[in-house]
């Protein structure tokens, strides 16, 4: 099945060259879209670079001004389905979901039409986060499961795994949100969808730059 993995980019420079070498290195003959959000810092060139250097391994969409995480994850799924790929991963590229854990994802989608990578499915697997930011992820996460009703450890991440089947089902057109809110909006309507969701273990690093990109994260 072809598969990409959808990639937004907003300012990561520092890790993209990387991010690419262990892509490659655990998952080779998978595909990568770099969406970059009109990155100031110059990771669209680098990102432009990288697809010269591994022409049909890596593409690139640059957007035209900032739009934000759930604009440039839209547009990423629209041009992939376009293209026709099975299977549509979205990670990003900071390094703090290695791609390691890509095959168990894969693995997974083989009997399921979403996969989640959950930090918290077999207890807590996070590396460097301070006590306060763990409290607030974990008290996130199940006041999404309050309010929602899901049943999922880890409804804020943003390591997941499509079936192009049910990208199309979540109506891309019909969403509205952005930042960690994207990230719950479309697990939500893929439940309510009646769509086989799987979670899958995996380990969080907390991303290089630390408190800034913790505030990204929450606004972006």
Known sequence: MRTVVVTPTYNERANLEEFVARLRECAPGVRLLVVDDNSPDGTGRLADDLSCRYPGEVAVLHLPCKQGLGRACVAGFRRVLAEGYDLILKMDADLSRDPHFLPAMLARIETADLVLGSRYVR??????????????????????????????????????????????????????????????????????????????????????????????????
Do not use: H
């Open 123 to 220: 207890g807590i697997a996070v590396v460097t986060w301070d006590f306060k930011r763990l409290i607030l992820s974990k008290m996130a996460t199940r006041y999404v499961r309050l309010v929602t009703g899901m049943p999922f450890t880890d409804a804020t991440g943003g390591f997941k795994c499509w079936r192009r089947e049910a990208l199309e089902a979540i109506c891309l057109d019909g969403l509205f949100s952005n930042g960690y809110l994207f990230q719950i909006e479309t697990t939500c309507k893929a439940w309510r969808r009646g769509l086989r969701i799987a979670e899958v273990p995996i380990i969080f690093t907390s991303a290089t730059w630390g408190a800034r990109k913790w505030t990204y994260e929450l606004f972006w």
